[in-house]
């Protein structure tokens, strides 16, 4: 029997390639590979496994509770007040008054042995992989382990699919920070930009209860180096939009000397409308401020496409919102 259980990694399969089959073998009833153990197959087949793990562990205790005597005394059963029904060893308690199942009321005792880590490597497998809480609450509603938790946890950390679905990912080595982001300077000279959004707000400010719900999206302008922010509403996602909340931003916050962005479509044409506008009519730019950005003009990066990681600044505050 030790051998035939050694021979074997899952439970199913012992229960049905070796004491159902040769169960159906003794009863002259021979099995095809076409043949399906049925239920109570099983059922008596799992019921000797047991038998046979509890008369190796228990064999003194199971000879004195067959006598009507109490178990010993040093014995590890002594404290479960354990009692024998259909040749297999039973906790006690005091809940035999209580409407739950027979076996969950007295589950069977099962000791350290391979027929019991196959029994809990079946239980972990067929719940998808249960983690330690689970499992003892599945395992607990029909068996009582013998140091039931230190088994469960063997078992656990040695399945390879826990292994690997628990494994550390690997973390990326993260650049230096960009140059503007550590340089002290004035807020807002080095911008990035990106949209959160939509969300509906109303389209009126007089009367808000009969104002229709519209589409609306937020244009977020954050300083590299101070990571102050800066919102404005957008109505839509086109360069028109865009441009009319630069404006605002401007008027607010002063010109940006570099402006950095995603290849958002809103951005690119934004670039491009505004390259024009910074070398067709650098005379409308009034005040110090804007001359000065007028005669070196706002610098626009676009990141790389496919690259989201390069505008992590902003897509923090995106986040945060």
């Known amino acids: 029997m030790d051998v035939l259980a050694q021979r074997h990694s899952c439970w199913y399969k012992l229960k049905w390639r070796t004491a159902v089959w ?10 095809t590979a076409t043949d399906f153990p049925k239920a109570t197959e099983l059922e008596d087949a799992e019921r ?3 038998r046979y793990v509890q008369k190796q562990a228990f064999g ?4 004195a509770m067959v006598k009507g005597k109490p178990v010993p005394s040093n014995s590890k059963l002594k404290s479960l007040c354990p009692f024998i029904q259909h040749e297999l060893i039973m906790v006690g308690g005091r809940l035999r008054n209580a409407e739950v199942p027979t076996e969950q009321k007295h589950p ?3 000791p350290p042995h391979h027929i019991t880590e196959l029994i809990i490597r079946w239980y972990h497998i067929t719940f998808h992989h249960a983690g330690l809480q689970l499992l003892m609450s599945l395992l607990q509603r029909k068996f009582w382990i013998l140091r039931g938790k230190a088994q469960v946890k063997k078992i656990i950390r040695s399945c390879k699919t826990c292994r690997i679905h628990r494994s550390a990912t690997a973390v990326q080595l993260m650049a230096d920070l960009p140059k503007a982001r550590v340089t002290p300077g004035r807020p807002f000279t080095h911008v990035g930009i990106d949209y959160a959004g939509p969300f509906q707000i109303r389209d009126s400010c007089i009367n808000r209860r009969k104002a229709p719900m519209v589409k609306a ?24 939009s865009f441009l009319a909340a630069l404006d605002r931003f401007v008027a607010r916050r002063g010109v940006p000397s570099v402006i950095q962005s995603d290849n958002g479509t809103n951005f690119v044409g934004a670039k491009k409308e ?3 506008v910074l070398q ?7 005040g110090e401020v804007n001359q000065a950005a007028a005669k070196k003009g706002i610098k626009w990066i676009l990141n790389p496409p496919a690259a989201p990681h390069m505008g992590g600044i902003w897509e923090a505050a995106v986040k945060s919102m």
């Open 22 to 31: 040769v169960m159906l073998w003794c009863q002259k009833q021979h099995p």
């Open 274 to 276: 505004l390259r024009e």
């Open 108 to 110: 069977v005792v099962l």
């Open 217 to 240: 999206y937020a244009a977020i302008f954050i300083c590299f180096s101070t990571k102050a922010v800066h919102l404005e509403v957008v109505s839509s996602l086109s360069t028109e």
């Open 280 to 286: 067709q009519r650098p005379e409308n730019f009034d």
């Open 48 to 50: 000797r496994w047991i």
């Open 60 to 63: 003194i205790e199971i000879q």
